[in-house]
């Protein structure tokens, strides 16, 4: 058996020899400006992508910059609050120093006085 496949082209042949007719195309599916139409979109899709990730590095710089400050103001922080405790340490330090050299310089002018009056009731150390 015999498969016969008709060719699908665009000539018509006539009752005469040489005769042939051809066959207008069908009209194209989509308008011939589409083509324009679906880049010029493309691009603003592309170009509303390419602002939204510009922002998006900007947030994040910011959000960078926010979390770094933060970071170095509860450093300053600490700091501030250390030598805070520090200089009143050292000044309780040197207040507690004043009051020794004070109870000692009187300790020690009470055992030279004492030291004095005993040398002068004693006769034996005048001689």
Do not use: C
């Amino acid at each position: 058996m015999l498969v016969s496949k008709t060719r699908r082209t665009r000539e018509h042949h006539g009752p005469t020899p040489h005769s042939v007719a051809i066959i207008a195309r069908p009209p194209l599916k989509k308008p011939p400006d589409s083509l324009i139409l679906e880049r010029r979109k493309k691009d603003e899709q592309r170009l509303k992508v390419q602002e939204e990730v510009l922002q998006q590095k900007h947030q994040d710089l910011k959000t960078k910059w926010e979390k770094e400050t933060d970071v170095r103001i509860q450093k300053n922080t600490v700091k501030r609050r250390v030598e805070t405790i520090l200089k009143k340490e050292s000044f309780d330090l040197e207040q507690r120093r004043e009051k020794l050299r004070a109870l000692l310089d009187a300790e020690e002018d009470h055992y030279i006085h004492e030291n004095r009056r005993s040398a002068g009731d004693d006769p034996r150390a005048a001689g």
